[in-house]
């Protein structure tokens, strides 16, 4: 991906535009292509760089403010484990969501329960962490500056972009649905469609279930 022309100010986010395939029934000027707009040039701040970056707006020495969210992340978990939500002020709540599981041990398929059927415990699984943004931090939001970054149509949806989607998705879910995919990228039925038979052909995704409610499981490539 070729470099921003712009450069980031502090309270600004860059976004790029990246083409995409059209929407069944868009309607399109003649000869033109859909957008889907993404942020560009994203970093990861790590928990010692925000241990850092808090102790220089308190008096708390970064240490014990990395020990501190350190604690946190296990209070987080033993929480959440627990079947119960947890609130920060400000930033907003975690919870789970439960599904039934898809797979057995040996990696087969299992059948979905019905109503008239009494799940058991080793029938239910964690679905997602869910995060529910405080009031407070959705309003911040809505204020955002956004800068273009240079980053035009020129370039379609990459396959490091699929792989580093799937390496997240993966690490919380069990399962892909074609629309999660759909979804995330804001990409038509047909090219996710295509893109999940290059990663089946591939090996990084195993297709399960019946043709008319399919879902896919890593592959042997992970």
């Not at 090219?191 to 279930?209: E, F, H, M, S």
Request: with cysteine; charged share 25%; net charge neutral.
């Amino acid at each position: 991906m070729k470099q921003s022309s712009k450069s980031k100010k502090g309270g600004e986010i860059l976004f790029q535009t990246v083409r995409r395939s059209a929407v069944s029934g868009e309607h399109l000027p003649a000869g033109q292509e859909p957008v889907r707009v993404m942020p560009y040039n994203q970093t990861t701040i790590t928990t010692k760089e925000l241990a850092e970056i808090i102790s220089g707006r308190c008096t708390v020495k970064a240490p014990d403010v990395y020990a501190t969210l350190m604690a946190l992340s296990e209070v987080l978990t033993e929480t959440l484990l627990d079947g119960n939500r947890l609130r920060v002020d400000g930033v907003g709540s975690f919870d789970i969501s439960l599904t039934q599981k898809t797979l057995r041990a040996d990696g087969t398929e299992r059948q979905p329960k019905m109503l008239s059927d009494t799940l058991r415990s080793d029938d239910v699984c964690v679905n997602r962490v869910v995060f529910t943004p405080s009031r407070e931090l959705q309003n911040a939001l809505k204020h955002a500056v956004f800068v273009n970054s240079g980053v035009n149509a020129a370039e379609t949806l990459s396959r490091e972009e699929i792989d580093a989607f799937l390496s997240q998705h993966f690490s919380t879910q069990q399962v892909l649905f074609r629309r999660e995919l759909e979804q995330h990228f804001d990409i038509s039925q047909k090219q996710a469609n295509r893109w999940l038979k290059i990663l089946v052909d591939d090996g990084a995704l195993q297709p399960l279930g019946p043709r008319n409610s399919r879902f896919y499981v890593p592959g042997n490539e992970h």
